[in-house]
């Protein structure tokens, strides 16, 4: 059972009156007043969505991401929303819609990936993280970096300060892409996409360059020749491509392991 | 059909080795920030392992024991060369004995055994 109440002015202090007939909240309980957010408020707020990398979204896409908000808004406490990932790219391809849920807050993810889906009727992807996480990950991630390049978030995102460099996480996160060399001929184009994305994002991190989107695409036009939609229609030349991702991978395999060696003479 | 088999035995042994070098790999460091990285991309690695498995014939029972013990001896190969590799960079602690083990381990935790 809840109460809800409103704030009336007061001459020293604001106050909320509550009916004195109740079964719950006894004199001397402590409780917690937070505000009821409406859900006409995520209308008036649409215009304060922060869109990050993005130049042009289509309508229905706004009216879906506005359904995830108002949902979500009903439903669980938040401290951001960040929707990112293939749905925000250009036409219907997407499998999935991916939502970063920042919140300090424990959420039962399965059900709120299960009654969004329901609710919407799109395969839902979501990760809950508290902020800490998510600013650490900015930091130390590549793959945070780049998924953060182009979003649409209901609040601003603080800019990155540091650039910190956890070899052993980098050498983690390569190794995923090592699949591909041993797995060319069996890997459709989406799969060979994630795996050459995943291993260029390292190589620029490991520059000490920004992640972004953008920056992905343009050097693997540069270093592997071929762009991102002859990669997602699988229209590569195995000799050539893969003559060049092993040379990729083995410099930011060696450039990690160096930097490893480096950190445990450190100590 | 057995096309498609093959395919995913191949991405199962992927996954399953980079599950055991991550599962290994935090057994070897102290830092809790990072053990629970590892611990994530493991859990990352198991889940994209079982959903090959699934698509893998028999579904629920255990595989034959010619697959089985292809897909074990691939993928503690695998394992081990990842982890040597790494050893001759410098990266300390790596238990490299317990690499048959883990791969038992795994290998009866996703039905393959």
Known sequence: MEIIARISKGSKMDQIYIPKQRNILDIGEYVTIKPLVLENNIDRDYEKFYFYGIRKLEPIKITIIKEIIRYINKNTYYENIIITGSFLDKGFNFKDVDILLISREKVNKHLLENSLENKLGIKIHLLILDNKSVRKGLETDPLYQSMISRCVAVKRIAPINKHKINYKILDLHLLKSKILVDNFDILDGKEKYDLIRNLIAIHLFLKGIKVTIAKIHKEINLLLKHSVEEIKKNKIDKKSFLKKYKKLYNEASDKILKGIKYDSKQK | ?113
């Open chain 2, 1 to 113: 059909m057995t096309q498609n088999r093959n395919k995913f035995i191949k991405l199962l042994i992927g996954n399953l080795s980079n599950s055991v070098v991550h599962r290994i790999l935090e057994k070897s460091i102290s830092k809790e920030e990072l053990i629970d990285k590892y611990r994530k991309e493991f859990i990352a690695s198991f889940e994209l392992a079982k959903r090959y498995r699934e698509k893998i014939n028999p579904i629920g029972t255990q595989l034959s024991e010619k697959n089985s013990w292809f897909i074990r001896n691939k993928v503690i190969n695998r394992v081990v060369s990842e982890l040597l590799l790494r050893i001759s960079k410098g990266y300390e602690n790596i238990d490299i004995n317990s690499v048959e083990f883990e791969v038992d381990k795994i290998l009866k935790e996703i039905g393959v055994v």
